[in-house]
């Protein structure tokens, strides 16, 4: 089993993700910001952890070119860090500080994981990138009627860089694997305690992403498709 990386791995669907992967063997680093959880969760799951915060995105950066130095390349990097936004930030009503703040933590931190972590894998042509996204940043179907105007947006954002980077590297002919998912709603700090689904629930799709059988000759989308948006193991309209 190889090395996997979890961003908001000290919690909800991060760190289920992180257990799970534990599990079945595979060596974990667990990134987050705050650092007395991040080494309780580490402790409880034998696993590394870098504490940094990633709106800040030198920091990341730094952080994410030591944790190549001294791990080196993952096989697996699950980001499943963010932020909602402020409840009334529509677009209209949002200020800079509020904008910059999802901006950076949902969008340009993904960036910059990938940019860093992702680079040596796909050179190596193997390893499997999971994105935690969101259907709130679809462009169809549900739940598109407007309002969290930079959480929306911040997720598209991560939606189109998913796509993009797929592109980019092959689609899966390569190796290499990069795969956005909807958790939908889970019991997190963020989903709050009445969603319907447990962060065990909402982590189940990227835990298959990362670990599925995957044959860019196959039959079912499944097992050939990468470079799209995830809900219950199957393909959704961005």
Known sequence: ??????????????????????????????????????????????????????????????????????????????????????????????DNTEWRRVMAINLDSVFSALNILAAPMAEARAGRVVIFSACLGRMSGPGNAGGLAPYRVSKAGVNALVRNLAHETGLGARGFLVDAVCPNHSRTDMGGPDAPLSAAEGALTAIWLATRAFDVNGVSDEEKVTGVLWEEMKVVPW
């Open 1 to 94: 089993m190889g090395l996997v990386i979890v961003t908001g791995g000290s919690r909800g669907l991060g760190f289920e993700c992180a257990k799970e992967l534990a599990a079945i063997g595979h060596q974990i680093v667990l990134v987050a910001k705050d650092k007395a959880r991040l080494e309780e969760s580490a402790k409880h799951l034998g696993a590394a952890y870098r504490a940094v915060d990633l709106e800040d995105l030198d920091a990341s950066k730094t952080a994410f070119e030591e944790i190549l130095e001294s791990f080196g390349t993952p096989e697996i990097v699950i980001l499943a860090h963010g932020v909602m936004s402020a409840k009334m930030s529509k677009t209209l009503k949002t």
